[in-house]
Each structure stands twice: as structure tokens, then as C-alpha cells.
């Protein structure tokens, strides 16, 4: 875990959002009336990451692996525990009170949940009017005005200003959720699982909306995902989160062509090929359950479900490689080549051989 | 509708149908629900027939003649002093000082009202900030709130207004007051139940992240979610509170008299045990407060069925 502090940028320019070594554990509630503390949930155990003005990063692992954890520690919506946040060259690990209620306005957020982010008894103009309103912000020409205008942005009609959230449909609530988040033109937005909840027609309606966003205004994004193919089209960078700490991070195409991590390598085995023909490749299935954050395994977290665990790999955790600029691999063995088919106790299976699912 | 049709047609027909879907409100659909159950429709008319009743009860007074404290020794009393039954002069007969029971319990019913609708808003109010407060910000002010909710409950209520009034005598807010102390809790727990529920929603994390504090998200978020259970238990607070009230004057801890209320009218008619002789003076009392009690716990129950249809009727 500590290695990772030794990650340097590979970037000339100063990111906006720098990360290092962010932790954030949950204690639960003892059980008896003595034992004030339990157990501890270790969501995100020393993560280190940059975003640049204008990129997206994407974070991806599977349920469970602390991600959205990660962006709303990262969002201040939970206290970290340990490590450090920079934002805009500024320290806003501990900002409270006036300082973090201005610094709202410079990163928003994108929920998971078109429908639950938004209250069911407010209207969309409501809804809409309340960044302007808790910001104590007048845009000029007027908060109805500014709101139409951000209903039209994100392909929403204006004249749905008065109607309720259940009205719309959920690529239509995300939307708003959308507009809501740009609407005090942030230069950060972190989107926990935006489209993981909608169909897949309109999860790309979504992400281009997101795109389009970024190019007008050249915001930021942290892209939380566990659908590789929504990040290979929205991220320019990725970091692959595994047990609440990252495995191996880099620029898209670097990570999703070459990946040296045999994580990334098992995830990317997962992504359906759309050709039959183009389906040679080796599928590679992972085998028991995630871990315990409780009691994450020793030395390399994912050490309990590698196909080529050493001994080593249970007593010290991997150091931080950096095996081609900007490109960061937390593995004592890394490696280009997928992991073999010979290897335990992962089960590979052919995809050339099954049917399709 | 077998008839398969190429998708213009069908937008085409969506289009037509669409004319004839009528978009209501939550209110209109709330007050649609409500009166296609008889139970609740009854007991709405009866708690209107009921505040007409009380609202004019001066013009009862002045209809009748008789006045509410106003003792027809002569008229209301027989030769030996025994109450009058109902007739034409006194419809719902006299009691024993000679009063005319209908003008009383129409006086009496204000009381009731009065005491029923006051002590449950300002009980549903208590409730409602401590449950949101404990609900809220967990933690030691959960704790802290909670157990003085506890405390409140197991205080005997009999117990504590005999000891309040005795030492400050009774009195019609003293009464309200004891009302207000042992109502409050029950609809603070639930809503310290619905706020720890509430609070985990995206919709508080995103006023969170726009950077809206505390006050703000309790009144703006929050709360307007809260509104159906506070409706339901406000409304089935009103029937407990008036047997409170007349449990109280029954006793003697209530209203003082000669001031009509429904409980005092049961406890004189059961001094001297009068109602052997005038049964008039237990069963028009005692039949209003049924019927009272009966039609607001039935309105909160259709009032919980027409806000929240997803509950499962299960008849």
C-alpha cells in the first residue's frame, strides 16, 4: 500500500484533481452494549490518482470494490479516513463549513440512480433551481431562464419545466440529473455508475450527452463503471480498482491493448465480442467470490484469486511499476501476455467452443 | 385490439388514446381513492355533521333556549328531581341539575374537538421535530432522543395527571398539556424510522453535494417526503386525544365544571348512579364518543390506504 506513494505523474501539467493514498474505513457497530466498535470495512485502502482539466478517468472493478466509495470520498460527501485530496492545486482533504459549500460549485456529481438522485416531490424546475438557489448564485437573465436553458443543454424540452420526476423516463431523469450537475459549471464531475441503471440504447445517449458536455466546456470527469465497453468509449484514462485499491492504471488505449495486470487481463477476457468468428481468444473466469473487506488477504489483495500467485505475493504487497510512462502496474509479476491456460485455480474456458450467451 | 398493427399505426392509435388519459394529480387521485371506500366516506361526513355541531352550538342554544349551563328546575326536573327523558321540549332529555343534554353535548363536542385537533398538531409537531432531529444526525443526539422517547412511555399516564392536577389543579390547558406529553412519542419514532431510511437516499446526497446544509435538507428534502405518515398519524391521534380528554374529566382532572364536556357528562351521570334512573345521560355521551373515536380511526385507515396504494389490501 505504501509503495503507491511513490507514483509519480507522468503528465507535464498539473492535474486538477490529485489524489494520494485516499483511505476511507467504516467501523461497524460492536455487537453488546460494551464493545463500542466492531469490525472494520477497509472501502478504500490508499488510492492514488489524477484527472487532468478536460479528460475523464475511468474507474473501473467490479461490485463491491469500493469505486463509488472512492468518488464520494473524493466528492467530500464522506470524511476519508487517511491520505490526501488536492483539487485545483488546493489541499481539501479536511475543508469544512463555507470553504467546502464553495468548493460544490467547482465538482458535482452524477448518481447511479436516475430516479432516486432526484426528490419525487419536487418539479424539475425545483429540482433544477436548487444549485442556483443553495449557491446563492443569480445567473443573468434569471434562474427560470438559466434552467430552460439547461433543460434545452442536455435535450430536455423546456416546457417540462413544472412536471414531476416520474413523469420522465429514466434516460430522460438522468438527464436532469445531468443538467443539475453542470449547472454551476463545475470544472470536476465525478459520475458514479451514470448509465449502469438505463438500457443499453440509451446508456449511449447518455454518455455521448456526457462527451458532448465536455467538449463545450471542458469539464472533467471521474467515469465510475463497471461496463468496460461505456469506459473504453467516454475515458482517456483508466484505473482498474480491485478491493479498494488500484491494480493498474494508464492511458485507455495502453491499458485496454497492452494491460500487464492479470486482473485487467481477467476483466477484459469478460467483454463480449460481437463477431463469432473474431472469438479465438481465451476466457478467462475468475474463480471464488471477492474477499472480505473486512479482512483483505495479505500482501497483494488479489493474490487469493491469481492464476499466477507466487509465494511472495502473500507477505509483501506488490511495489508500483511503471513499466512505460504514465502507465502503473501494482503486480510483482506483470506481464503482457493473459495468463495461461494451464494456471490454477482460475478455470479458462474457450469461448470458441460455447454458445453464446 | 388482436389486430397487428405496422408502428405508425400504432403510434398513430397512441396518439388518439391519448386524448382520453386524463392526467390527475396525487391530490385528485389521493381524494379519488379515499371516496371509493364507504368506511371513509361515512366517517368524513360524520366528522363534518360533527364540527357543524359544535361550530353551532351557540345557534343550538338559541334554537332550543336553553343555554348550556342554564338549569330548568321547573321544565327539566320532574316533582321528586328526577332528569326529564328526551321529548319535544328537551330532545335529548335534561340531566340532573335540570340542563338540556343537547345543548351540552354540542358545547361538549368543541371541547372534544378542540382538544383532539390541538393536542395532536401540536403532539404531531414535537413528534415530528424530535423524530427528524434523532433521525437526522444519529449518532449520540439519536441516542439521547431516543431514550427520552422511552422515558416518556413508561411514564404511567393515570399516575402523572393525577399528580400534575393535584398540584395545579385542573384545567382545560393543563388537560391539553398531559395530552401533548404522552402523545408525542409514537409518531416520533416513526419518523426517526422514515428520516434514517430517508436520509440514505441519492436525492440528500446530491443536495449534500450541492453544498445545501443541514436546515435546508431536513425542510426542503426530507420533509415533504414525510408528509403522508405525519397525515395518517396526525389524524389518528385526534380520536386517543379526545378519549384522553374525556378519560380526564371523567375524573375530574379535566374540565372544570359547569363547563360541558363529554367525559364530565358521563361522570355526573354516574354520580349518585343518576343513569338507573335517566340510562339517557350514559348513552347519548357514551354514543357520541363512539361514533367520534369510531369515524377518525376509520378516516386515518382509509386516509393510510388512499395515500399509500402500493400497502396491500388484503380483504
Known amino acids: ?357 | 385490439m388482436s389486430v397487428l398493427k405496422t408502428p405508425n399505426q400504432a403510434a398513430a392509435a397512441a396518439d388518439v388514446d391519448q386524448v382520453h388519459v386524463v392526467q390527475r394529480s396525487s391530490l385528485a387521485l389521493t381524494m379519488r381513492r379515499l371516496s371509493r371506500d364507504p368506511a371513509s366516506v361515512i366517517a368524513a361526513v360524520f366528522i363534518i355533521v360533527l364540527v357543524l355541531f359544535a361550530v353551532f352550538a351557540p345557534t343550538i342554544a338559541a334554537w332550543t333556549g336553553h343555554g348550556p349551563d342554564e338549569q330548568f328546575r321547573e321544565t327539566g326536573l320532574s316533582p321528586s328531581g328526577i332528569p326529564v327523558g328526551p321529548g319535544a321540549e328537551f330532545l335529548f332529555g335534561t340531566d340532573q341539575l335540570g340542563r338540556d343534554v343537547l345543548v351540552r353535548l354540542a358545547y361538549g363536542a368543541r371541547i372534544s374537538l378542540l382538544v383532539g385537533v390541538v393536542a395532536s398538531i401540536v403532539a404531531a409537531t414535537i413528534g415530528v421535530t424530535v423524530g427528524m432531529l434523532a433521525g437526522y444526525f444519529g449518532g449520540r443526539v439519536d441516542t439521547l432522543l431516543s431514550r427520552i422517547m422511552d422515558l416518556v412511555m413508561s411514564v404511567p399516564f393515570l399516575l402523572a395527571a393525577i399528580a400534575l392536577v393535584s398540584v395545579l389543579g385542573p384545567s382545560l390547558q393543563l388537560s391539553i398539556a398531559v395530552i401533548i406529553f404522552f402523545t408525542w412519542t409514537p409518531i416520533g419514532r416513526v419518523i426517526r424510522g422514515q428520516v434514517l431510511a430517508l436520509k440514505q437516499r441519492e436525492f440528500v446526497e446530491a443536495a449534500r453535494s450541492l453544498g445545501a446544509g443541514h436546515l435546508g435538507i431536513m425542510f426542503r428534502d426530507i420533509l415533504p417526503n414525510l408528509m403522508v405518515p405525519i397525515i395518517i398519524y396526525s389524524t389518528l391521534m385526534i380520536p386517543s386525544a379526545i378519549v384522553f380528554e374525556a378519560t380526564l374529566s371523567f375524573l375530574g382532572m379535566g374540565i372544570v365544571p359547569p363547563t360541558a364536556s363529554w367525559g364530565g357528562m358521563l361522570s355526573e351521570a354516574a354520580g349518585n348512579s343518576i343513569y338507573l334512573a335517566a340510562p339517557w345521560l350514559v348513552i347519548i355521551p357514551g354514543t357520541a364518543l363512539l361514533f367520534t373515536t369510531l369515524a377518525f380511526n376509520l378516516l386515518g385507515d382509509g386516509l393510510r390506504d388512499a395515500l399509500d396504494p402500493r400497502a396491500a389490501r388484503k380483504a
Do not use: W
Open chain 1, 1 to 357: 500500500m505504501s509503495e503507491q506513494a511513490t507514483i509519480k505523474t507522468s503528465a507535464a501539467a498539473e492535474p486538477l484533481l490529485k489524489v494520494r493514498e485516499l483511505e476511507k474505513f467504516f467501523t461497524l457497530p460492536g455487537k453488546g452494549l460494551l464493545q463500542r466498535n466492531g469490525a472494520t470495512v477497509y472501502a478504500v485502502n490508499g488510492i492514488s490518482l489524477d484527472v487532468h482539466a478536460g479528460r475523464t478517468l475511468g474507474v473501473v472493478g467490479e461490485s463491491g470494490c469500493g469505486k463509488s466509495t472512492a468518488g464520494r470520498t473524493i466528492m467530500r460527501l464522506l470524511e476519508p479516513t487517511g491520505g490526501k485530496i488536492e483539487f485545483d492545486g488546493r489541499d481539501i482533504t479536511r475543508v469544512k463549513g463555507e470553504s467546502l459549500r464553495m468548493l460544490r460549485r467547482q465538482m458535482q456529481m452524477v448518481f447511479q440512480d436516475p430516479k432516486g438522485s432526484l426528490n419525487s416531490r419536487q418539479t424539475i424546475g425545483t429540482i433544477l433551481s436548487a444549485p442556483f438557489r443553495i449557491q446563492k448564485v443569480t445567473p443573468p437573465g434569471g434562474t427560470r431562464l438559466a434552467i430552460q436553458d439547461l433543460m434545452d443543454r442536455v435535450g430536455l424540452n423546456p416546457e417540462h419545466y413544472n412536471r414531476y420526476p416520474h413523469e420522465f423516463s429514466g434516460g430522460q431523469q438522468q438527464r436532469i440529473g445531468v443538467a443539475r450537475a453542470i449547472a454551476l459549471s463545475p470544472k470536476l464531475i465525478v459520475c458514479d455508475e451514470p448509465v449502469s441503471a438505463l438500457d443499453a440504447s440509451i446508456q449511449a445517449q447518455v454518455v455521448n450527452l456526457l462527451k458532448d458536455i465536455q467538449d463545450e466546456t471542458g469539464v472533467a470527469y471521474v467515469f465510475i463503471a463497471h461496463d468496460l465497453a461505456v469506459v473504453r468509449h467516454i475515458a482517456d484514462e483508466v484505473a482498474v480498482m480491485y478491493l479498494g485499491q488500484i491494480m493498474e492504471r494508464g492511458p485507455m488505449d495502453v491499458v485496454f491493448n497492452r494491460p500487464m495486470h492479470p486482473y485487467t487481463h481477467a476483466l477484459l477476457s469478460a467483454v463480449p465480442i460481437l463477431d463469432p468468428a473474431a472469438r479465438s481468444r481465451e476466457r478467462i473466469v475468475l474463480s471464488r467470490d471477492l474477499p472480505s473487506p473486512l479482512a483483505p488477504p495479505s500482501g497483494c489483495v488479489f493474490r487469493t484469486r491469481c492464476p499466477i500467485a507466487q509465494d511472495i505475493c502473500a507477505v509483501e504487497a506488490p511495489p508500483v511499476t511503471e513499466p512505460e510512462p504514465g502507465h502503473l502496474i501494482a503486480c510483482h509479476f506483470p506481464s503482457t501476455t493473459p495468463p495461461s491456460t494451464s494456471a490454477l485455480p482460475m478455470r479458462v474456458i474457450h469461448t470458441s467452443t460455447q454458445k453464446t450467451n
